[in-house]
């Protein structure tokens, strides 16, 4: 019952949004002009659907050579648990070795690190603030 999608309507585009929004902007206190930024325009974004609901959301980005880029990767509060994490970020990783990058990289927020590492990412920086939270620069070859 769980599905996730590609995002190629402009609609499914502002579902992302508004999850991104709901969790990083509401639930986190992400300044908006931080969360939604010029990357939005080129990133492939995706959706996580409960039925004809959006309940999680995450874009990829290719910012070096071969190397992709995971962001704002969030699930509904009241989702989370569900193995739905998981889920959206093994579809991205197939999306990117189809589009044939061979690196991964993501900013962990550091509550997540183990998250992360359930899925063989591995911590490569110290801690580091960003929009006010602490993150760890984390990545894995594809
Ligand atoms: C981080 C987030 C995406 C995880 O999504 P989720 O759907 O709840 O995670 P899953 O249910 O797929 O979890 C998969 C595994 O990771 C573990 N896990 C998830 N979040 C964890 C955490 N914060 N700390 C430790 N383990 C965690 C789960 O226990 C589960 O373990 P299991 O395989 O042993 O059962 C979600 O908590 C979220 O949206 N947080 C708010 C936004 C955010 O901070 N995003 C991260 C930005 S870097």
């Known amino acids: 019952?769980?599905?996730?999608?590609?995002?190629?309507?402009?609609?499914?585009?502002?579902?992302?949004?508004?999850?991104?929004?709901?969790?990083?902007?509401?639930?986190?206190?992400?300044?908006?002009?931080?969360?939604?930024?010029?990357?939005?325009?080129?990133?492939?974004?995706f959706i996580v659907m409960d039925g004809d609901t959006t309940i999680a959301a995450a874009r990829l980005r290719e910012f070096e050579p071969q190397v992709g880029k995971v962001e704002r990767v969030c699930v509904l509060s009241e989702y989370r648990g569900k193995r739905l994490g998981i889920l959206l970020m093994e579809y991205i990783e197939q999306v990117a070795k189809e589009s044939n990058l061979k690196k991964l990289k993501?900013?962990?927020?550091?509550?997540?690190?183990?998250?992360?590492?359930?899925?063989?990412?591995?911590?490569?920086?110290?801690?580091?603030?960003?929009?006010?939270?602490?993150?760890?620069?984390m990545e894995k070859n594809i």
């Not at 502002?14 to 939604?36: D, S």
């Not at 690190?113 to 899925?119: C, G, M, N, R, S």
């Open 1 to 45: 019952m769980f599905e996730v999608k590609s995002v190629t309507t402009n609609e499914q585009l502002q579902q992302a949004f508004a999850i991104r929004t709901k969790v990083f902007v509401e639930e986190q206190g992400v300044p908006v002009h931080l969360e939604l930024d010029e990357h939005d325009k080129t990133a492939l974004h």
């Open 106 to 137: 993501l900013n962990a927020q550091s509550y997540a690190v183990p998250f992360y590492e359930k899925l063989q990412y591995v911590v490569t920086s110290p801690e580091f603030m960003d929009a006010g939270i602490p993150h760890r620069a």
